[in-house]
């Protein structure tokens, strides 16, 4: 079996390129045939654990979520998660290699570009179609040499590509025909197709742009696809869903205070809380401070703990958080958040910048080494108060001290994390915790909330069936498999 491909590149980032590609996956895979989703090149921070032991992008994780299909590191062979403005963890076939600099990234490149198109073609061995998810735009022809994002790797593999615009943010006409412009016309050639995302209104009213967009480009309309509302109900693929403006919920009973650290990462474990209505997630910048009425403090993941933990005390929020506890406040912290709360994290071989240790927050009895290989598995087992659960681990180093007497879970034949004397701080290193419906009623409980039932797994499913059929009812699906090969 050989896969027909069919890419996906927008005009711009954030143009809606992996929710489209996550509606046409499963409005496909509805269809009877067997969809895999591709991503030659990502950068977030936001990661999934795969069957095969390695980790790719979350957008690709529910892209596959959506297609029926488990995760592989096959499905986002280049994963880049910052650590810096210039800098980042390079992950490829689902296992980390290294750091590298955006420069000399640029240089690395023909040397992944083999290891891309081999993931490639590992996937259309198994697969009725392939769909090909670009990065950025694709008309950054300053990045085009040694490209195996978008049209270096559209031509490489000889995968034909649609191009999506995005009308919210206006001059969608200018930014499809200009990336015609722009781009060689080896790699115009590509481009055989185009879909303008995020339509507010009456479709009638842009009739005659869609006219105007095919006869500047000579490509073929495929749809005008209108806002789908309820894409804020799906994980984040990366930080710019964290940055939004927290949602007023005057009637919650519980309130959940986040600060938002630089390097923040794996925050999709944010979304099953936020998806309560006794629940109002308090998203705290640099800035501000940690409402003195919260009922929980909640540090998730980073990607660079040491560097995000000294944020946190420059900001002056570690004075917030230790004040909350005197007050008799909770604090939980997941992974790197984990790490924080204890009284030293040591980075002996440098592996998150210069090596070196620096005092943690004091709030539990644990220090934290990092060093050794990063666990990267699903894990399930059962909490302290007796309750299943199942999430996953994705850290580097190893946490030890006299609270690790009281741990958070047993999983499989170890312990995880550490609840204070008094237990109102815990640290554990599970992600996914509160996608369990009845962790996140106990923790709502603890907390004097009631969870509304909400079935959050199922849940997420819903929402895709329901982007299917908004792809189904605005996209032109036969044509897309007919341009596809």
């Keep these: 079996m050989t896969a027909r491909s069919l890419m996906f590149q927008g005009t711009g980032s954030d143009v809606g390129k992996s929710l489209v590609v996550a509606g046409l996956a499963r409005a496909f895979a509805l269809r009877g045939l067997n969809v895999l989703p591709f991503k030659p090149q990502n950068m ?3 990661a999934a654990v795969t069957v095969d032991g390695g980790e790719i992008g979350r957008a690709q994780a529910l892209q596959a979520r959506a297609a029926g299909a488990a995760l592989s590191v096959h499905m986002n062979p280049v994963l880049l998660k910052p650590q810096s403005d210039v800098g980042a963890q390079l992950v490829v076939q689902g296992r980390v290699e290294g750091s590298t600099r955006a420069a000399e990234y640029q240089s690395i490149k023909p040397m992944l570009m083999p290891r891309v198109l081999e993931s490639f073609e590992i996937l259309r061995s198994q697969a009725d179609l392939i769909l090909v998810e670009g990065a950025g735009s694709a ?15 559209a031509r490489a593999a000889d995968v034909p590509v649609i191009l ?26 590509m481009i055989q197709g185009f879909i303008v995302n995020r339509f507010r209104g009456d479709p009638a009213l842009f009739a005659e742009g869609m006219r105007s967009i095919a006869s500047l480009t000579g490509w073929e309309p495929i ?23 927290t949602e007023r919920k005057p009637d919650a009973r519980v309130r959940i205070a986040v600060p938002i650290l630089p390097h923040i990462s794996n925050f999709d474990d944010l979304d099953p809380l936020e998806a309560e209505p006794d629940v109002e997630l308090v998203r705290v910048r640099p800035d501000q401070s940690i409402p003195a009425d919260c009922d929980l403090v909640l540090l998730v993941g980073s990607k660079s703990t040491i560097a995000d933990l000294r944020n946190l005390k420059e900001t002056g ?9 005197r007050r008799g406040g909770r604090v939980l912290g997941l992974c790197g958040g984990y790490q924080m709360l204890g009284g030293t994290i040591s980075d002996p071989d440098g592996i998150e910048g210069e090596p070196g240790s620096i005092e943690g927050l004091g709030l539990l009895d644990v220090h934290t080494v990092l060093s050794g290989d990063k666990r990267l598995e699903a894990v399930s087992g059962r909490s302290f108060d007796g309750l299943p659960l199942h999430g996953y681990e994705m850290h580097i ?27 109102k701080v815990i640290g554990t290193y599970i992600h996914g915790l509160f996608s369990n419906d009845r962790q996140r009623a106990a923790w709502l409980a603890r907390l004097g909330g009631t969870s509304s039932g909400l079935n959050y797994e199922a849940g997420v499913d819903a929402v895709l069936d329901r982007l299917a059929a908004h792809m189904e009812q605005h996209l032109d699906l036969t044509g897309l498999l007919r341009l596809a090969r």
Excluded: W, Y
């Design 44 to 46: 977030s921070n936001n």
């Design 139 to 153: 008309s950054e022809i300053n990045l085009r040499h040694n490209d195996i994002a978008n049209m270096g790797f």
């Design 164 to 189: 999506i615009g995005d009308i919210d943010r206006g001059g969608v006409i200018a930014s499809l025909a200009g990336t015609k412009l722009v781009i060689s016309p080896e790699d115009a050639a």
């Design 223 to 245: 749809g005008l696809l209108p806002f789908f509302r309820d894409a804020s109900r799906l994980p984040a693929e990366d930080a710019l869903g964290v940055h939004q403006a």
């Design 317 to 325: 929020l570690h004075h917030d958080i230790v004040a909350h506890v």
């Design 397 to 423: 180093g190893r946490t030890l001290g006299a609270d690790c007497v009281r741990p958070f879970a047993a999983v499989a034949d170890r312990a995880d994390g550490a609840i204070s004397a008094d237990g």
